[in-house]
């Protein structure tokens, strides 16, 4: 079946960085692109980044841009978000998803926490 799951996440000091990972399995990988997305207490889920299929095409939040990077790895269904210069707000739970079944909350995974603050 479907499924993400994600890890790497942490507790981390204000301008600290972390990388996340999310293995994806029981889909074709490389033909879709992928999404990171999180979601902090008490607001709604955003997106964060995406990527291509291939890898070829990214897009970020404005919140994000020039400190994130997502990145994949074809070969090993990964795909990963380096996270530099991190700021408490952007404590949150942070979840992977591919584009194409972002409307099925049952393939959403457990998330992981990154939790900012000195």
């Known amino acids: 079946q479907v499924q993400f799951v994600e890890s790497g996440g942490g507790l981390v000091q204000p301008g600290g960085s972390l990388r996340l990972s999310c293995a994806a399995s029981?889909?074709?990988?490389?033909?879709?692109?992928m999404s990171w997305y999180r979601q902090a207490p008490g607001k709604e889920r955003e997106l964060v980044a995406g990527?291509?299929?291939?890898?070829?095409?990214?897009n970020y939040a404005d919140s994000v841009k020039g400190r994130f990077t997502i990145s994949r790895d074809n070969a090993k269904n990964l795909v990963y978000l380096q996270m530099n210069s991190l700021k408490p707000e952007d404590t949150a739970v942070y979840y992977c998803?591919?584009?194409?079944?972002?409307?099925?909350?049952?393939?959403w995974g457990q998330g992981t926490q990154v939790t900012v603050s000195s």
């Open positions: 998803m591919a584009d194409l079944y972002r409307h099925r909350e049952d393939y």
């Open positions: 990527i291509s299929s291939y890898g070829g095409n990214t």
């Open positions: 029981g889909f074709t990988f490389r033909q879709y692109g």
